[in-house]
């Protein structure tokens, strides 16, 4: 049976400026996609309509309106009831990249085709890897220099065969449904750009975090220690190890795409940096990588977790909670290490009956954990527990 269709709408935030010396320039440009499977579609166009008659007489959604002379609670309240209306309404997923400015050196104009070329595969791959079917809709008006330059690099390789489209629209009347991707763009800029900071952004985060995969150009470890994170409340050494890590990783693995890990690693640090003390649930990371198109479910959770820490990442899950998150403080290392001695004592206390009980049995004959045997390791390791 052939795969469902997926619309995809893109719409960005700021501009690709790189003179920062106006207060007015934004400081960081974002790329938001929201991705909806055809069959939601219709839900969709019903959603707007509803959106737009209460929040705007019936007019577009446009959040350089929406937004624009209220007072500041007034703006987090109303752009908080939109967000939350479209998450709990419609199922989708949004993948957004934001480009700090403030960390592109040098020639301009390189830097710019870099971020561009950056995103261009990062949505190349995401999308023509995790879909088979789709449309893909740009909003027609801002930066002419990334929509032409995604056009083209889409429409080079042998991604465009068969009925997958892409299309420059206009957001009134073309597609309407670029309106609710210019409403997510322009909520996770205030969340980044320092000039038009949101002082309540770790609640505009926290509502979307479940939709949510962000992507960074360049990724920074400053961002995960803002104004959000009380310094005497977290051990930075042991933060910014972890972070450091996570960073790592994603920069040497953001081509594997299908197998989760990379995604999960990405989906801690946004929790981390919107609260670095919470516990990301099992079941609420399961769901993360559900939405991206991947099967994905709790036993495949704890292997790629497993894996992770494998390959040197710190990642913690403590006493008797279910979940992970990224350490920032000793205590969540010995909480971690506490929860797993409690399962690998009781283990081996385990392993230390079964090998007695067959000792007792056969008279001596059965001594799997004999020191010289195959299980010498593990003879020491019950020798051990025994002291």
Do not use: W
């Not at 009980?357 to 025994?386: A, M, R, T, W």
């Amino acid at each position: 049976m052939a795969a469902e269709r997926v619309f995809v709408f893109i719409d960005e935030y700021g501009n690709t400026t790189l003179n920062l010396d106006n207060e007015a320039t934004p400081s960081h440009f974002i790329y938001a996609s929201i991705v909806i499977k055809e069959s939601d579609i219709p839900q969709a166009r019903l959603l707007l309509k509803d959106l737009q008659k209460k929040y705007n007489q019936g007019s577009p959604l446009k959040s350089n309106r929406l937004f624009k002379k209220v007072d500041e609670q007034t703006k987090l309240q109303r752009r908080l009831l939109i967000l939350n209306e479209i998450k709990r309404k419609l199922n989708f997923v949004s993948f957004i990249l934001v480009v700090d400015k403030q960390k592109l050196y040098g020639d301009g104009l390189k830097y710019k085709k870099s971020f561009i070329k950056y995103f261009q595969k990062v949505f190349h791959d995401t999308i023509n890897e995790n879909y088979e079917a789709y449309s893909i809709f740009m909003d027609m008006t801002g930066n002419d220099d990334f929509k032409q330059s995604l056009e083209a690099y889409i429409r080079k390789g042998d991604t465009l065969f068969g009925n997958n489209t892409y299309q420059l629209a206009e957001d009134k009347v073309e597609e309407p449904l670029l309106q609710i991707a210019d409403i997510i763009a322009n909520s996770i800029g205030r969340c980044y750009c320092i000039n038009k900071l949101d002082p309540n952004a770790a609640n505009i985060i926290d509502c979307l975090k479940d939709r949510l995969i962000i992507d960074q150009f360049p990724y920074e470890k400053s961002l995960y220690f803002g104004k959000n994170v009380k310094e005497s409340a977290i051990d930075k050494k042991i933060s910014e190890i972890a972070v450091d890590k996570a960073i790592e990783y994603i920069e040497k693995n953001e081509g594997n795409i299908n197998t989760g890990h990379v995604e999960i690693v990405k989906y801690l640090l946004l929790i981390f940096r919107t609260n670095p003390f919470r516990v990301v649930l099992t079941g609420e990371i399961v769901n993360v990588i559900i939405k991206q198109g991947l099967n994905f479910s709790s036993s495949q959770l704890r292997t790629v977790i497993q894996d992770l820490r494998d390959s040197g990442l710190l990642i913690a899950s403590l006493q008797g909670k279910s979940g992970y998150k990224i350490p920032n403080s000793e205590n969540d290392m010995i909480d971690f290490y506490n929860r797993l001695l409690n399962s690998v004592v009781p283990m081996l206390k385990r392993v230390k009956i079964a090998n007695e009980q067959l000792q007792i049995k056969s008279v001596n004959e059965i001594n799997l954990l004999n020191p010289d045997g195959n299980f010498g390791l593990l003879n020491k390791l019950v020798d051990q527990i025994s002291l």
